[in-house]
């Protein structure tokens, strides 16, 4: 027996390394995609961003108005002071914060609820509200941006149902609150799903035990389901904020012109203004910032896999 046991260690030491070399060959085209689509034009954009206009940036700096050349062997920060010295930038970086801010904690509040309804109490309207909060799933955003442009907009539905009862309902097209509207309704699906899935998975004799021990609601709520599932919440909270935090559509067709969600000024300054350098340069502004916000997804990963044994 000891004799077969160790051919058998010996067979699996040698096809160990073989079958590390195919694992590592199968999911080597995904990478080099990634590497090729991805990685390499933001490394080129980047070296772009600090003044590096030969290669494969030299048409783009023909063209271009406002670019700086590199006046050392690492480049040239000159890009950078013109965007955070711009009057323009910093009300769009304030607004792209505030609008992330307020509508991630909006959507995270609302899923909450209806999550925390549906897991406690049930029921038909429970149902009910977990099936309408997905339907701007299936309703492209350009449609839903523009459907609620023109249902707050001057001459739209809201201000002419309250015209006919005398009250002067405000025009909401065009103002950061349109903005939050609709990236609220844009972002709430995806964070129900997630935060009602982590509830969903919350056994159901912990609940019980704790109201068998004289337990009410809310502390239910506060010790047993936001605890068990902070990973999914979290998640949700940061795909909300990354997501908004690069939107376009939405404060293109609901927003003011100015100040407006560095989305928008982004493809102002390339397009428009005909400044391709700085709008590459807010574009990493908004990626570092898309970055810190990551941190938090990374955690909840990392506590995840501590808590299911992989790690």
Do not use: C
Not at 30 to 50: D, K, Q
Not at 236 to 252: N, Q, V
Not at 272 to 277: E, G, H, L, V
Not at 280 to 291: E, G, T
Request: hydrophobic share 50%; proline share 5%; glycine share 8%.
């Amino acid at each position: 027996m000891s004799l077969t046991s160790s051919k058998v260690e010996s067979l699996e030491a040698k096809s160990a390394p073989r079958l590390s070399l195919l694992g590592f060959t199968m999911a080597l085209p995904p990478v080099l995609l990634v590497v090729a689509f991805v990685g390499l034009p933001i490394l080129i954009g980047f070296t772009f961003s600090l003044g590096f206009t030969s290669g494969p940036n030299r048409v783009v700096s023909l063209i271009g108005q406002q670019i700086h050349s590199k006046d050392h062997w690492w480049g040239t920060f000159a890009a950078y002071r013109d965007v955070i010295h711009d009057a323009r930038f910093a009300g769009d970086l304030i607004l792209t914060l505030v609008v992330t801010a307020i509508s991630t904690s909006l959507v995270l509040a609302m899923s909450l609820g209806i999550g925390v309804y549906q897991r406690m109490v049930g029921g038909r309207i429970a149902s009910i509200m977990s099936t309408l909060t997905l339907v701007p799933l299936f309703v492209p955003v350009v449609i839903s941006s523009w459907a609620i442009h023109t249902f707050y907009s001057g001459d739209g539905f809201m201000r002419t149902v309250f015209h006919h009862f005398g009250i002067n309902f405000p025009t909401l097209t065009s103002t950061t609150a349109a903005i939050v509207i609709g990236t609220i309704w844009t972002s709430l699906p995806f964070a129900i799903l997630m935060v009602t899935s982590g509830f969903q998975s919350i056994p159901d004799a912990l609940i019980e035990t704790a109201q068998d021990a004289g337990a009410g609601f809310f502390r239910i709520v506060r010790t047993i389901l936001i605890p068990l599932a902070l990973t999914p919440i979290i998640i949700a909270a940061t795909f909300t904020a990354i997501g908004i935090l690069g939107s376009f559509t939405i404060p293109y067709f609901l927003g003011p012109n100015q100040p407006t969600m560095l989305g928008v000024e982004i493809s102002n300054f390339f397009g428009s203004y005909n400044r391709p350098q700085q709008s590459i340069v807010m574009a990493f502004i908004v990626f570092m910032a898309a970055s810190g916000i990551a941190v938090a997804y990374i955690w909840a990963n990392v506590r995840s896999a501590k808590q299911s044994g992989r790690i």
